[in-house]
């Protein structure tokens, strides 16, 4: 009898999940910039709803081409946590929050939110802190710390904007956390659909202001929103769910610390932005923090693929030791 999980399908597995990862972190970097641009011409409430609304016809089309039905019973509980915390009620309160104060204040407070991944991760899940892990978040927090202080200084800051991003970084790990069992049972195409339906419910009292603010906004603004649902929403999500499925929340939240970098590189290229010196060397402290968080020891490829006498270990093997 063959064994479930050769070496060659493990590492495919592996290298799939990284560039989901990759996607991910690419297009919510980008995200900051569309939000940027639209947030001049809409309301919080009504940016979230707009955004929520895009991402889920889209979702909702790809379910129905794939044929993929509600999702089971046991995951929905946890669909509709992530749904009212991460699509809903972080989206709303991040774009609040970035209204209240400056760029770089607003990224060190939301960057608090891998770190609480990781102990609610670890509190709850029973996710693991291998030493790497820690030491890659603490590099990249130190990058986040760099580019937020270079950053500040060009807007406000009000005691309201910095409580809205903290509260904005509580409710992104709660729903990770959240998400994480779901994606156990569900497929990550209906974990994020169903999400982003919740949210959608969530922010309908800003429908409102949507109509009001569509009817008023310039066409870019709007296509901006747009573009938020398509990608960075309802894209973004769905790749991140496919990752996440496949590592611990903890692992994939020091991912994320790879945005700031990427949304400084952004702003240069899009926005004529130009970074500092302290800038770029935050982004790239950010950059070499999830190098080192993602790395495993070279003892872990062994455990993964086996004794060359025994053969490659099976996926109930590797529960066992996956950090």
């Not at 495919?12 to 641009?37: E, H, P």
């Not at 940016?47 to 039905?69: D, M, Q």
């Not at 710390?145 to 200084?153: D, E, I, K, N």
Request: charged share 10%; with cysteine.
């Amino acid at each position: 009898m063959m064994n479930a999980t050769s070496p060659a399908s493990a590492r495919r597995a592996d290298l799939l999940a990284a560039g989901a990862a990759t996607v991910t972190v690419v297009l919510w970097a980008s995200a900051f910039v569309s939000i940027r641009s639209a947030g001049a011409a809409y309301s919080p409430g009504a940016l979230a709803l707009g955004r929520l609304l895009a991402g889920s016809v889209t979702l909702g089309a790809l379910c129905l081409v794939r044929g993929e039905g509600w999702p089971p019973r046991a995951a929905r509980r946890g669909i509709a946590i992530s749904g009212l915390l991460w699509f809903g009620f972080y989206m709303v309160v991040l774009n609040w929050g970035e209204q209240q104060v400056d760029a770089g204040t607003a990224a060190l407070v939301v960057n608090i939110g891998p770190l609480l991944i990781a102990l609610l991760g670890s509190r709850l899940l029973g996710d693991a802190m291998p030493p790497r892990l820690l030491a890659g978040m603490a590099v990249s927090f130190a990058g986040a710390v760099a580019v937020g202080l270079s950053m500040s200084g060009e807007g406000g800051s009000s005691v309201l904007g910095v409580v809205l991003c903290l509260l904005a970084a509580v409710g992104y790990a709660a729903g990770v956390v959240a998400q994480k069992p779901a994606l156990g049972r569900a497929s990550a195409l209906q974990v994020t659909t169903f999400g982003c339906l919740v949210g959608t419910v969530a922010c309908l009292p800003f429908a409102g202001q949507l109509v009001h603010d569509v009817a008023n906004a310039p066409a870019t603004a709007t296509l901006n929103v747009l573009y938020l649902g398509v990608f960075p929403t309802a894209l973004a999500f769905t790749t991140w769910a496919y990752a996440l499925a496949r590592t611990t929340a903890s692992r994939m939240g020091a991912t994320t610390y790879a945005v700031p970098a990427l949304v400084v590189a952004m702003s240069w290229l899009f926005l004529a932005e130009v970074p500092a010196l302290l800038t770029l060397a935050g982004g790239a402290l950010c950059l070499a923090g999830v190098a080192v968080s993602r790395s495993r020891p070279r003892s872990k490829a062994f455990r993964d693929t086996g004794n060359p006498a025994t053969g490659p270990r099976t996926p109930a093997d590797n529960q066992a030791t996956r950090p």
